[in-house]
């Protein structure tokens, strides 16, 4: 796997709530979330009550998409990431507790709460940085596109 760019991981250590599009019976849905980076496994890790709509779709149909961004009103400002992968619930009790330490890093407030583990494994993320030069786009991809 190739290592995930600098100037991703930057966006996802500086942001902190991800917006997540999923897919169900009654079509498409999205939700945000508070997120956790996981370096090790390029996943976001997210909590979440089982009884959302979200959560259920996930469920259903775990391919999801989502992204991570500011809102700056000034163009040359935008930076934001795009993602796709699958959303699980975290079960494994050695997984759970490591990406929830991840989290509680992050958000030491949530320490205590019981809620499910999310995680989304990311296939692919594109990184749009009009800082650098309007339309500057970073790339990345779990596996090699195929030709």
Known sequence: MEPVPAA???L????????????DAQGPWACNAFFAYDPQTVALVFLGSLDTRHAR????????AGCV????????QILGLQFSGVATQVEDS??????????HERFPETRGIASPVWKVMVDAMKLTDNRVKFGTKTHWRRAPASA
Do not use: C, F, M, N
Request: no cysteine; net charge positive.
């Open 8 to 10: 991703i991981t930057a």
């Open 12 to 23: 996802l250590a500086d942001h902190h709530v991800l917006s997540l599009a999923v897919q």
């Open 57 to 64: 779709a996930i469920q259903a149909h775990p391919r999801v």
């Open 69 to 76: 961004a500011g809102q700056p009103r000034d163009i040359s």
């Open 94 to 103: 050695t997984e759970k507790a490591r990406v929830l330490a991840l989290y």
